[in-house]
């Protein structure tokens, strides 16, 4: 499932990636409410995660330049049997790679992705505000589903999270 534009490559993630991977999402954990968790996943704790998504959902890498430069992923949407068809997405992109095309590359090829297995609705929520996350979901087909209030506390103030829907289109289920 490669999916390549000019130096971009998105790929299937592996257990390699761990590293990359934590390098970019550990100054998100650290420097900002984008992500909730408070202290930053080890490379070998990202190995476990890459490893447990892949047993049911993808998990992608933006390959830019011969360096990792994002990574997306879907996940359960939540436990019981009926949500089967939804998924909950994310996409970290490197800071330094931002408004390239990364994040709606990596989109485009895991919403493929999810199409192909049957996914119906795909949920992101977003820590507001954050105006480059929104503009990237709703350019990608997301649409504002709603807003739950003060839904977490981190560095002393509370934080509301968006959350963005896709539909896809209707399918044989």
């Given amino acids: 499932m490669p999916h390549q534009a000019a130096d971009l490559v998105i790929r299937p993630a592996t257990i390699d990636d761990a590293a ?12 900002t409410v984008i992500s909730f968790e408070e202290e930053p996943p080890s490379v070998s704790e990202m ?20 360096v990792i430069a994002g990574y997306a992923y879907a996940g359960p949407y939540r436990s019981r049997p009926a949500y089967r068809w939804s998924v909950d997405v994310t996409v970290y992109v490197d800071p ?5 095309g990364i994040g709606r590359a990596l989109y485009g090829a895991l919403l493929t992705e999810l199409a192909r297995r049957g996914t119906h609705a795909a949920f992101a929520g977003i820590a507001l505000p954050n105006p480059g996350s929104v503009a990237l979901h709703e350019a990608t087909g997301f649409v504002h589903a709603g807003t739950h209030r003060e839904a977490g506390r981190k ?8 959350w963005w829907q896709y539909l896809f289109p209707t399918s044989a289920i």
């Fill in 47 to 66: 190995a476990r995660r890459i490893a447990a998504t892949l047993r049911d959902h993808p998990f992608l890498v933006a390959n830019l330049d011969g």
């Fill in 20 to 31: 990359a991977i934590q390098a970019i999402y550990a100054p998100v954990v650290e420097e």
């Fill in 96 to 100: 330094a790679r931002h408004r390239r």
């Fill in 155 to 162: 560095f002393g103030r509370w934080v509301d999270v968006g």
